[in-house]
């Protein structure tokens, strides 16, 4: 994707716009700021935050229109939608912790406490800068791989789609275990996937004071931010994968007692992959370090595929506060976020189960051996 005059001024705004979110919200972690005074200064920062990232977001999703397989496209795409969802995990948790129930029943921010601070982590702004790298700069943003990672006896792929299903089955339970409460919701919300559902985010804006709910407030437009954009990335033919994971009780049963990891994988038949895998790097040993590379290197594309759904999860029990009639919005992100996670691995690991079902431009590990091996 060319970088142009009109997306680099749209990718300056909204830097712009996190850094001044940014600085808003450490203002939370400090003692003594009015909570009133306070959140009506983030309400008009998370709008222009709003307005910015849908700037940025239509220049993206235009080029992706007439160029779907651009996989450069969606590493932007992606970066925004990880923006996206750094805001909402800091916005639910300075919501948990600072925010009244009740308008009025506090005047004033409190000092966090150590284990609150290390929960929140570094702020936006740095956090943030990764991503802003990638919207930049799209795939060139990646460094060199950091080495050839543990030698074994004998090469094999077996290391790097281990970490990927790691991954993948760590962010799946997590997503699960974020949405324990409205299960049945996420199973309803899979069978209507991609169908239109942006106006659950106006119904909780509405319902939500502003100045004193501030940091809510801005929970909803960040969430759906990086929601519609994961949806946009994932698209609206989820069928199969949906009847892939069955019922999320029954996932959740599974991941539970066995490990997502576990569960992942015979899913979606990683033994096979690594067999298939090893036979190609056995039938040409003098490329087989070549190939492990090329292995780690689709493992290093997923990893920042994957790496809003962290975030997002952390955020999914403080949705649980937000009424929406007919489902919960809780439930409309828990299956989002499943579809997403199981999908991208799907596709990076090359998995021989629903082999014509893939997200375009995502990598696969086998096409990568392959390739490395030619």
Not at 237 to 245: A, C, D, E, R, Y
Not at 296 to 316: C, E, F, I, M, Y
């Amino acid at each position: 994707m060319e970088m142009t005059d009109e997306l680099d001024q749209a990718i300056t705004r909204h830097e712009e716009a996190v850094t001044e979110v940014s600085q808003l919200l450490l203002r939370y972690r400090e003692a003594g700021s009015s909570l009133e005074e306070l959140g009506f200064r983030l309400e008009q920062s998370g709008d222009n935050y709003v307005q910015t990232s849908f700037t940025l977001t239509s220049e993206i999703v235009r080029h992706l229109q007439e160029h779907p397989d651009d996989d450069d496209a969606r590493t932007r795409l992606a970066a925004s939608a990880a923006i996206d969802a750094k805001t909402a995990e800091q916005a639910a948790l300075l919501s948990q912790i600072q925010e009244p129930a009740e308008p009025g029943s506090a005047l004033q921010t409190r000092q966090l406490e150590p284990a609150e601070a290390q929960d929140l982590g570094a702020g936006l702004e740095e956090d943030s800068q990764p991503m802003f790298d990638e919207l930049r700069n799209g795939n060139n943003a990646r460094g060199p791989l950091a080495g050839k990672g543990s030698e074994t006896k004998k090469p094999s792929i077996k290391p790097s789609v281990e970490d990927m299903l790691d991954r993948a089955g760590s962010d799946m339970l997590g997503t699960l275990i974020g949405s324990v409460g409205v299960l049945h919701q996420v199973d309803h919300a899979l069978q209507h996937f991609g169908q239109d559902q942006g106006h659950w985010a106006q119904h909780i804006l509405d319902g939500l004071q502003k100045g004193w709910h501030a940091l809510r407030r801005l929970l909803a437009k960040a969430w759906r931010l990086a929601l519609l954009k994961l949806n946009t990335l994932v698209g609206t033919n989820v069928g199969p994968m949906v009847n892939t994971l069955g019922t999320s009780k029954t996932l959740t049963d599974q991941a539970t007692k066995l490990g997502g990891s576990f569960v992942l994988g015979k899913l979606l038949v990683a033994k096979t992959v690594i067999k298939d895998g090893d036979d190609l790097i056995g039938q040409n040993p003098s490329k087989a370090s070549d190939a492990i590379l090329a292995g780690q290197d689709v493992s290093d594309h997923h990893k920042r595929r994957r790496r809003a759904v962290p975030w997002l999860n952390k955020a999914l029990p403080a949705c649980s506060c937000f009424h929406v009639p007919g489902i919960a919005a809780q439930a409309i992100g828990g299956g989002i976020l499943l579809v997403y996670s199981v999908w991208n691995v799907h596709d990076h690991i090359d998995s021989p189960h629903l082999p014509n079902v893939r997200l375009p431009g995502n990598p696969g590990i086998l096409q990568a051996v392959r390739s490395a091996l030619a």
